[in-house]
């Protein structure tokens, strides 16, 4: 059974270009979480999705950014216009419904440089 | 809103016993979990406290203490390979009971 896959793991994007940050959950899980870390740092969150809804995005900024995860396919993190601020790792987790614990099944990352 | 607090580093020795402790202020959740991270790999669960009291798995054990609004995570018999960072998470109550926030993370050293 595959882990969460996020692809691609390095990103290298110049400013004012768009990046595109794409993630499989595992197996059976509906729902889809973003968080971006910056060096030495915590997970800070962005976004929660079930399919082809948006749960939460109070952690994601209102302009540039935009998140989706359709029926099919993978959950895709969008960063438009990308600035030098933009670069960090962005994780990408999912969790199954039914798990009282919540347990997070994270990837491991993309990684974007903005130059 | 939810915050946490850790300490930002640790420092034990092989064999040791080490404490991470966690505050943390809260509009209400579900539970405390804890997660492991080497080297800014994937992050991975370690354990989840929905009830105040002492969960144990293994090496590691970890507390809650609602009233206290704190939490800790004991790892034992310390090896090499703890060595990483190590975050508390809270999940959120309903209606985004699947979303957690984290800490900032305590980075564990561990010393021959």
């Known amino acids: 059974n595959a882990g969460v896959m996020q692809n691609p793991r390095h990103l290298v994007r110049r400013r004012g270009q768009e990046a595109r940050l794409r993630c499989s959950p595992m197996?059976?899980?509906?729902?889809v979480y973003w968080y971006r870390q910056l060096p030495e740092e915590g997970l800070k969150f962005m976004v929660y999705?079930?399919?082809?809804?948006?749960?939460?995005e109070s952690g994601m900024p209102k302009e540039r950014f935009s998140a989706e995860f359709p029926k099919e396919g993978p959950s895709i993190l969008r960063i438009q216009q990308v600035v030098r601020g933009d670069s960090a790792a962005y994780f990408c987790?999912?969790?199954?419904?039914?798990?009282?614990?919540?347990?997070?099944?994270f990837g491991e990352g993309s990684r974007l440089t903005v130059l | 809103g939810q915050s946490l607090e850790q300490p930002s580093e640790v420092t034990a020795v092989e064999g040791a016993i080490v404490q991470i402790n966690c505050t943390y202020q809260t509009s209400g959740f579900y539970g405390l979990s804890w997660y492991q991270q080497h080297d800014g790999g994937a992050p991975t669960f370690l354990s989840y406290?929905?009830?105040?009291g002492l969960e144990e798995t293994g090496r590691f054990s970890s507390f809650l203490s609602r009233s206290d609004s704190y939490g800790y995570l004991l790892l034992q018999e310390l090896q090499m390979k703890d060595s990483a960072s190590y975050f508390c998470?809270?999940?959120?109550?309903?209606?985004?009971?699947?979303?957690?926030?984290f800490g900032d993370g305590t980075t564990l050293t561990v010393k021959p």
């Open positions: 406290n929905a009830l105040d």
């Open positions: 987790a999912s969790s199954l419904t039914t798990d009282p614990t919540g347990e997070l099944f």
């Open positions: 998470a809270v999940r959120d109550l309903a209606p985004n009971a699947g979303k957690s926030t």
């Open positions: 197996k059976g899980h509906s729902h």
């Open positions: 999705l079930q399919k082809e809804n948006i749960i939460d």
